[in-house]
Each structure stands twice: as C-alpha cells, then as structure tokens.
C-alpha cells in the first residue's frame, strides 16, 4: 500500500478506536451527582483507565518484537469493544466503574503504541519521524472527538447510549485496521535476533538517550492527561462563576477544540525539533506549559472568552512536545528492540497518565474541593512544576546529543 494511505488510514482508525477516550470525563459531573462521588473519586476513575494501560503496554507492546502488530491491535480493539459493553450494562458505581474503565485502557495499550509498531514496520526511511508525529497527534484527534461524540449523543438520549458509542468506535476501528495492515512477520523473528526474553527490558534501561525521552514523556502525560480528565469540570465551574453567561458555550465541545489544537501543536512541534534540535524544542515547550499552568487554574472568575483563549494556547503549549518525544524514542530505540523500547515508553510514560488525574483531584480536595476557586489554581499548578522535570531529564540522561 502506498505510504502516504497506509499512514492515513492508520490515523483514522486510531482515531475511532479513542471514541470511548473521554466518556468518563465528558460525563463526569453527572457521574459524581448520581454515584455521590468526591473529586478524588473521580481522579481514581480516570486514572485507573490508564493504569490499566500501564499494566497492558509491556505485554501487548512488548509481544510486537515477536507477533506481527496487526494481529496484537485487532484483538486488543475487540476487547476494547467488549469492555465499553460492561461499563454500560454493569458499572452502578464507584467500583464497578474503576473494574470496568480500567479494562477498557487495558484495550488500549493493546493498539495504540502496537498501531505505531505496525507502522514503523512498515514504513521506514527519512519520511518516519514525520509519519510518527501524525500517528501520535491523531491520539489527541481521538481523544477531542470522543468529547464530542459523547456529548453530542447523551444530548439526545442517555449516559447508556453516550458510552456505548465508544464501542461502536472500536468496531469501525477494527475493520480499518483489518483492511490496511498486511500480515508480516515481527522485526526479531524476521531478523533471528533472539538474545532478550520476552519481557526482559534491561537493554531498553541500558539505553539512555531512549530513557531521556521516556521519562519526558512520563512528565508530559502526567500534565496531559490531568488535563484532559477535569477541564470539562473547570470549565463548566467558571462558567457558571460569571453573572451574565451565554447560552450556546458548550464546555465540552470548548474542551475538544483545546484538545484538537494540540493535533497541529503536536505535528508542527515535530516538525520544529527536525529543524532546530529535539532537546531544545521540547524545553521550550515544556517550560512554557509549566508557566502557563501555574496561572491558568486561578482564571475562574475572569471573562469567559478570554479563559478559552488561554486554554487554547495551553492546548498547544501542552501537547506541543509530544510526537517530538516519541519519535525521539522511535529515533533512539536500538535495532530489534523497538517493540520492548516503545513498551516501556507506554509503561513508564502512561504511569504518568495515571498519576495526572488522581494528583489532580486530590490536590483539588485538599485545596478546598471543586467549588473553591483556589483549588483548581493549585491543582493546574501541581502539573505544571511536574512537567518542568521533563526537559532536566531529557538533558541529564540522553548524552546531549540533539536527535534529528
């Protein structure tokens, strides 16, 4: 198949396989009323779901060096599908949501980093750190459209059928990927290389410059993916701060723009660490994410056009290193060990992930819980004086070496 559609398809199919992405956090506010849950409770629900990720991604990641990535996405999108089913029949609560959401993000480690691999396995050459930025910011597509979808449904019928179309996401996601990848078999069978166990990811933490780039990435989704979980609710809670309110904000469709900003901050992001360094870039950008999250938490009570504006550039400040860190860890992973280095970089990466939310919203009960205008000030800060660490680890860890 030609690069440029093997490409494209890919991104399409990644994209509704993240329908069920933010299902939770579109639907939070009424979850929290219905199941009488505090904001930790709700950040332990978020974060779960990638937790979950974090327990699939070294055994569906690292399975790729030794089973053709094709066939590690295909199922992973039906289980994917099939955990979606539960939460909408079964989930009743606080626990049974954590049981459920966190088997869904296990699905998703199952096709997220393997989609990548199927990628790379199949498109190499100059033209690969460009095809990694698309495929990674097509991430951040899903997750805006899955505010959307979500919104858009549970408009017109129930949380049940809101949730559901997660499912039905996976399953247009999987006859994508079933149309596009060619089977072939996996860089180590295909190479007889057979010197590591499965599993075994000494030589992935022997690499340091990969190490830089994982634990950047760590910090980058701990912010990310704090984000992603409370701005529907902080957006919603400054807007009913203000006297006079218009009608037609709709806060997660607010919330899907900021996170489809990031898809160009990420591509163009890319593009500039090809042009003028990866370790610079990525500090640049990182600092100035950090700067903007220690202010924008305390912006409740401020015009209400003007904190999209702010969320809209920390939409892009905040996204705007990630295919840069990953084709950096793309770019550094050592032959025949891509799958258990891009494993690892989803393992250490997304423990961040988890992390972000439940940090968040104990920071926020602390502060004085979800009606204090302070807490969400707090909050939002706390994420940003994570991702400050990410440029100092990039820099101690990866040699200096500026990876193209």
């Known amino acids: 198949m030609n690069s440029v ?74 289980f994917t599908a099939a955990s979606v089913a539960g939460f909408v029949f079964f989930a009743d609560g606080f626990w049974t949501a954590m049981f459920f959401r966190a088997l869904t993000g296990f699905g998703l480690a199952g096709t997220y980093m393997p989609g990548l691999k199927a990628l790379t396995d199949r498109y190499e050459g100059p033209n690969q750190s460009r095809s990694v930025a698309f495929y990674t910011a097509s991430f951040g597509v899903g997750a805006a459209l899955s505010y959307v979808i979500t919104s858009q449904v549970f408009d017109v019928s129930d949380w049940h059928w809101a949730v559901a179309a997660g499912a039905a996401g996976s399953a247009i996601s999987w006859i994508i990927l079933w149309g596009v990848l060619d089977r072939r078999p996996p860089e180590r069978a295909a190479s007889g290389e057979s010197e590591t166990h499965f599993l075994d990811f000494r030589p992935v933490f022997a690499n340091r410059e990969a190490m830089g780039f994982i634990l950047a990435y760590t910090v980058h989704n701990l912010e990310l993916f704090g984000l992603r979980a409370w701005i529907v609710l902080y957006l919603a809670f400054s807007h009913k701060q203000l006297i006079a309110t218009a009608d037609w904000w709709d806060v997660a469709s607010i919330a899907a723009v900021v996170t489809m900003v990031g898809w160009a901050a990420s591509v163009s992001g890319n593009e500039a660490a090809v042009r003028w360094g990866r370790q610079r870039v990525i500090t640049i950008v990182m600092w100035s994410s950090t700067a903007l999250a220690c202010i924008i938490g305390f912006t409740s009570s401020w015009p209400f056009w003007l904190i999209v504006v702010l969320f809209l550039i920390y939409g892009a400040t905040v996204t705007g290193d990630s295919a840069a860190i990953t084709a950096g860890t793309v770019a550094a992973a050592r032959e025949g060990q891509r799958g258990a280095t891009l494993a690892m970089h989803s393992t250490i990466g997304f423990t961040g992930s988890a992390l972000g939310p439940i940090m968040f919203g104990l920071v926020l009960d602390i502060g004085g819980g979800e009606t204090n205008p302070d807490a969400w000030g707090y909050a939002f800060a706390a994420l940003g004086i994570a991702v400050f660490l990410g440029p100092i680890a990039l820099r101690v860890l990866s040699n200096q070496r500026q990876t193209p």
């Open 5 to 78: 559609r093997l490409v494209l398809f890919l991104c399409v199919g990644q994209i509704f396989g993240m329908a069920s992405f933010a299902s939770f956090a579109t639907l939070a506010a009424l979850f929290m009323d219905m199941w009488s849950l505090s904001a930790t409770d709700v950040g332990w629900v978020s974060g779960i779901y990638l937790a979950g990720y974090v327990v699939g991604a070294p055994i569906l990641s690292g399975l790729t060096d030794r089973v053709d990535a094709r066939e590690v996405c295909l199922w992973s999108t039906v």
